[in-house]
């Protein structure tokens, strides 16, 4: 059977278990917890744990929770100073320490912690909404944390205004380079098609110019092409020289002479009748 003294602490136990979990408040010594701050941007918050300035309770468990009513705003923590019990031998910050999360499609989400001497950190949130948890366990006590707070520009909205700009100026920058570069291509690529053309062009060649020195052997050459009754290549019917090449070997038309040599045996026979011929008129 319980005593008087067991009856107590078993409703102490009781309220204390459910103004904590039922109400869903937190043992915190100087305000009731969890404690709603408000920001618009214009200026800074502060938050200062514990309020008097003097060393902060075992067992505490405080939670800010910091919004911003502006559209496309976020919130951003400064942490300006702390004092809080240091990492354990794992070097964890696992007895008194400062978690801080944030808020994002209703869910909340771990994004940092620190203990001991830590400061200078800064902390911006996703959404428009951040909280601030401080933990003491039941051992040593120290002079607590303070921070920082304000409303922020989103930072997407830095990036896309960033990405705007480089779109607005490296947009007409590369059509003017475009619309210079087409000229001189065309102009290259006309050089380049007259060139291939020369080089592979087979009716086009350089005549020969024949000196002084060279007209017994040009004499010969046409006198040559005469019996053929062929042209000359730098003649023509008017008496005009011309500078091009000899004609090709199947282009020649050997007008005066048999289409092939005739056979051995009529040579023979022909031969040895103007032998007989000429026995005979002498």
């Known amino acids: 059977m319980l005593s008087r003294h067991q009856y107590l602490w078993t409703a102490i136990f009781i309220t204390t278990f459910v103004s904590t979990s039922v109400l869903g408040q ?6 009731l917890s969890p404690k709603t701050l408000m920001t618009d941007g214009t ?6 744990y514990p309020l008097a300035g003097n060393k902060y309770p075992p067992n505490q468990n405080c939670e800010w929770d910091i919004e911003t009513g502006i559209s496309g705003s976020v919130v951003k923590l400064k942490i300006t100073s702390s004092n809080l019990q240091d990492i354990d031998i794992r070097g964890e910050c696992s007895m008194d320490y400062v ?6 499609y209703g869910d909340r989400d771990f994004i940092g912690r620190f203990c001991g001497s ?7 949130s996703t959404g428009q909404k951040m909280t601030v948890q401080f933990t003491s366990n039941v051992a040593a006590e120290f002079s607590g944390f303070s921070a920082s707070y304000q409303a922020v520009e989103e930072r997407g909205d830095e990036l896309d205004s960033s990405t705007t700009i480089i779109l ?9 380079l475009i619309v210079l570069t087409i000229p001189f291509s065309w102009k290259m690529f006309k050089l380049y098609r007259q060139k291939h053309t020369r080089n592979t062009d087979p009716n086009q060649g350089q005549g020969v110019q024949l000196t002084q020195n060279d007209n017994r052997a040009y004499s010969d050459y046409s006198f040559h092409h005469a019996q053929l009754g062929l042209v000359s290549p730098g003649e023509t019917s008017y008496g005009i020289q011309h500078n091009f090449p000899p ?11 048999p289409p092939q040599p005739p056979p051995y045996e009529q040579v023979i026979k022909e031969m040895v009748s103007e032998d007989r011929r000429d026995e005979s008129n002498t």
Request: charged share 20%; aromatic share 16%; proline share 4%.
């Open 26 to 31: 937190f043992t915190c010594k100087d305000f």
């Open 43 to 48: 200026r800074l918050g502060t938050i200062v």
């Open 99 to 104: 978690d801080i999360f944030d808020w994002k």
């Open 118 to 124: 830590q400061s200078g950190q800064i902390y911006e």
């Open 168 to 176: 607005a100026i490296c947009i007409p920058v590369g059509v003017l």
């Open 247 to 257: 004609p090709a070997y199947d282009s020649l038309e050997y007008s005066n002479l």
